[in-house]
């Protein structure tokens, strides 16, 4: 079981670039996640994908935005960069349905930095 | 809406000596709570996690976690700590039993384990 895997590891872009950033879930989960991580900082709540659809949103702008395909891997992508998003992107995956006994499984994460 | 507060930085423990990192959370429907530690340049790795039943949560390595829900806290704890413990520890809740929802972090404990 390869687990979530992200990729780029690592990312150098230019304010006011875009940047697309990668995403495939663990083995037989259908929900993804995404969170940026600031330098010392906890994970922060970007948006998760369900069924292709967006279905929860945090605090996040509209610069940042996702797409998740048929077989489940995810995209996300941030417009207009800023020095500010620099940061490590996790991807998380988990499995819908009403079950107690799941958690989320992050990658290994993306590092942007933004120049 | 939902927190969770880390209040100590870091924790300085010699190895062999038991050790304790703190996590007080809010949150306003039951809590699922969840502990998870980052090595450098890594991703996220699940710990334990409390869903329901027991206070006492046994996770890997050695890790344990007691729930506590008058005094709203979820402390981990090791009875015999060893430098390989030494990493970024983030306890984290989510305020719904699906493991699409958003989980949210808090700012993270640094825990140096000492010869």
């Known amino acids: 079981d390869a687990g979530v895997t992200q990729s780029p590891t690592h990312l150098i872009k230019t304010r006011g670039q875009q940047v697309t950033l990668r995403c495939s879930p663990k083995?037989?989960?259908?929900?993804v996640s995404w969170y940026q991580q600031a330098l010392g900082q906890g994970p922060q709540f970007i948006f998760q994908?369900?069924?292709?659809?967006?279905?929860q949103r945090g605090n996040f702008p509209d610069r940042f935005s996702g797409h998740q395909f048929p077989n489940y891997s995810s995209e996300l992508n941030v417009n207009a960069l800023l020095l500010g998003d620099s940061a490590l992107y996790l991807c998380?995956?988990?499995?819908?349905?009403?079950?107690?006994?799941?958690?989320?499984?992050f990658g290994q994460g993306t590092r942007l930095t933004v120049v | 809406a939902q927190s969770v507060a880390q209040p100590e930085d870091q924790v300085n423990v010699a190895e062999g000596n038991p050790l304790t990192v703190k996590c007080t959370y809010s949150?306003?429907?039951?809590?699922?709570l969840f502990w998870y530690v980052q090595y450098p340049n890594r991703g996220l790795q699940f710990l334990l996690k409390?869903?329901?039943?027991?206070?006492l949560v046994k996770g890997s390595y050695g890790f344990e976690a007691e729930f506590n829900k008058s005094q709203t806290s979820f402390h981990l704890k090791k009875p015999s700590a060893l430098v390989s413990d030494s990493a970024l520890y983030f306890c984290?809740?989510?305020?719904?039993?699906?493991?699409?929802?958003?989980?949210?972090f808090g700012g993270g404990t640094r825990l140096m384990v000492k010869p």
């Open positions: 994908y369900y069924e292709e659809e967006e279905r």
């Open positions: 083995s037989g989960h259908d929900t």
């Open positions: 998380a995956s988990s499995s819908v349905g009403f079950s107690l006994n799941t958690e989320a499984f």
């Open positions: 949150v306003s429907g039951n809590p699922y």
């Open positions: 409390y869903i329901t039943g027991d206070n």
């Open positions: 984290a809740v989510r305020d719904s039993v699906w493991a699409g929802n958003m989980l949210t």
